[in-house]
């Protein structure tokens, strides 16, 4: 069954800004808690759409790839410093 994209993407967000309380950063499969009736390929699309619209930031370790609310904890640029072009 599919699931509403709008409705989706609300949920991720309500979802990671209650966990972002405790836990700022979020694995993917940390986001499919939202909805569990969700496929992960529907998760992962809504997240990177809300990830474009500037309601959730990616934070990349380098070998991890994390969700974050924006706000909340640390930004790669305070954990790592600006990296240069």
Do not use: C, W
């Amino acid at each position: 069954m599919a699931v509403d994209l709008e409705e989706l993407k609300q949920k991720i967000l309500e979802f990671a800004t209650k966990k972002a309380k405790h836990k700022s950063k979020m694995y993917i499969k940390d986001l499919y808690k939202a909805d569990p009736n969700a496929k992960p390929r529907e998760i992962k699309k809504a997240a990177n759409q809300l990830v474009q619209e500037g309601k959730l930031e990616f934070f990349s370790s380098g070998s991890t790839t994390m969700y974050g609310v924006p706000g909340f904890g640390k930004s790669e640029e305070d954990q790592f410093g600006k990296l240069e072009e």
